[in-house]
């Protein structure tokens, strides 16, 4: 827009940024998206080959909000004529001494709807003889599991937000934000843009940006990374033959099939150190990468004959995990989105849900979970758990 004025201005172009602005613009919006670095750059949460998707959670509520994530992320691939989900399957492992219990997460999955298998270790290791597991680990199996085509997915949405009309400025930080009556006015160096609302999808810079209209959440930042390793016999981990997988133990270790290069990815999640998206560096944790490679050699014995490569990233995380999708408390014209560390599989939804709120303020999918009133998010020391 030549004059600077928009219905809606997004901050942040990651996956949860980019899934709302292409949302906002197929619903005939104007949008203007504001990236402080180039679009995908690699600095954030969002960007790789692949992030894994499940319905398989703690909770029934994330079950079907992830059930939701499919619907739209088919809406995205038929609107592009390009595949972004990969439904190569996904196992949980559940070891002897898991934290986590599988009757619960199998158990949701089945009230939403979904059918999930459940396997002894001698069953995995007979379908995927690449696995090696102690007699006592059990596992559950859901064909509809995968992962998102993440890099591909985020540059889809941004097109497809292009095309309905969208605005969107890489390079563009924002230098302040200013609440009036009608609607907001954003500072990027020395343009100003006025909207009736602003959606902040900002990851690691949540904070800094809702400190401009006086908000702040207690969260945790920190430095994760991959693993890209290269098997001795590839084939045996294509994701024609190979699912996804998750450890719902700690370390909680998860993989991926070979996509996008020819190496398995393997992470720890949410082990990182704890950092600020400025102090962060981008060089490997030694100690987490020998962790990695200790558990896949006892895991997947044929999986890392070498190491291809290894990528850092961040998680924004709220100190229950739960995403924050709401209304900033005191701001009925700006939303929020916090992903927690594990959002991108329900980006294309969470695009929906922001809509909702940027325009209506409310939405009719189930955010009861999910609010940014809900104490711990402004408690001084609150008690984490980051273990899904």
Same mark, same amino acid.
């Given at each position: ?114 059918? @999930?298998?459940?396997?002894? +270790? !001698? ?5 995927? *003889?690449? $696995? ?6 059990? %596992? ?103 699912? @996804?997988?998750?450890?719902? +133990? !700690? ?5 991926? *099939?070979? $996509? ?6 393997? %992470? ?121």
């Amino acid at each position: 827009m030549s004059d600077g004025t928009y219905d809606h201005i997004v901050i942040g172009l990651g996956a949860l940024g980019s899934a709302t602005v292409r949302q906002l613009a197929v619903r005939g919006a104007s949008v203007l998206g504001l990236e402080r670095f180039e679009l995908g750059h690699g600095r954030g949460e969002s960007e790789d080959h692949s992030r894994l998707i499940r319905v398989t959670y703690h909770t029934e509520a994330y079950a079907r909000l992830a059930q939701e994530a499919y619907r739209s992320w088919e809406e995205l691939e038929v609107m592009t004529g390009q595949q972004v989900v990969n439904r190569c399957g996904c196992l949980d492992l559940y070891p002897e001494h898991a934290e986590l219990s599988l009757e619960t997460f199998v158990d949701n999955a089945r009230a939403a709807g979904e059918r @999930v298998q459940t396997l002894s +270790a !001698r069953e995995v290791m007979e379908r995927w *003889p690449q $696995f090696s597991l102690d007699s006592s680990t059990r %596992a559950a199996y859901h064909a509809k599991g995968g992962f998102v085509m993440a890099g591909i997915a985020n540059r889809l949405n941004r097109r497809v937000a292009v095309d309905h009309g969208a605005e969107l400025r890489e390079h563009a930080r924002v230098d302040g934000i200013d609440v009036r009556p009608d609607g907001v006015r954003v500072r990027v160096g020395t343009e100003t843009f006025s909207a009736r609302s602003l959606v902040v999808a900002a990851g690691p810079w949540t904070n800094e940006v809702l400190a401009m209209v006086g908000a702040s959440f207690s969260l945790t930042v920190t430095q994760e990374q991959v693993t890209y390793l290269v098997p001795a016999r590839p084939m045996d981990f294509h994701w024609s033959r190979f699912p @996804v997988w998750m450890w719902m +133990a !700690r370390p909680s270790l998860y993989g991926f *099939p070979i $996509f996008g290069e020819s190496a398995v990815k393997a %992470a720890i999640d949410a082990g990182g150190r704890e950092v600020t998206a400025d102090s962060r560096s981008f060089d490997p944790d030694p100690d987490l990468s020998a962790t990695v490679r200790t558990m896949m050699a006892d895991l997947l014995p044929g999986s890392n004959a070498a190491v291809r490569r290894e990528k850092t990233c961040l998680y924004t995380l709220p100190p229950d995990r739960d995403f924050i999708l709401d209304l900033v408390p005191g701001h009925d014209r700006i939303s929020v989105a916090v992903g927690g560390g594990h959002a991108f599989k329900f980006a294309s939804v969470i695009g929906e849900i922001m809509a909702d709120l940027a325009t209506a303020g409310e939405t009719a999918h189930d955010v009861a979970a999910y609010t940014a009133t809900r104490p711990i998010l402004t408690e001084v020391d609150p008690p984490k758990n980051f273990l899904l």
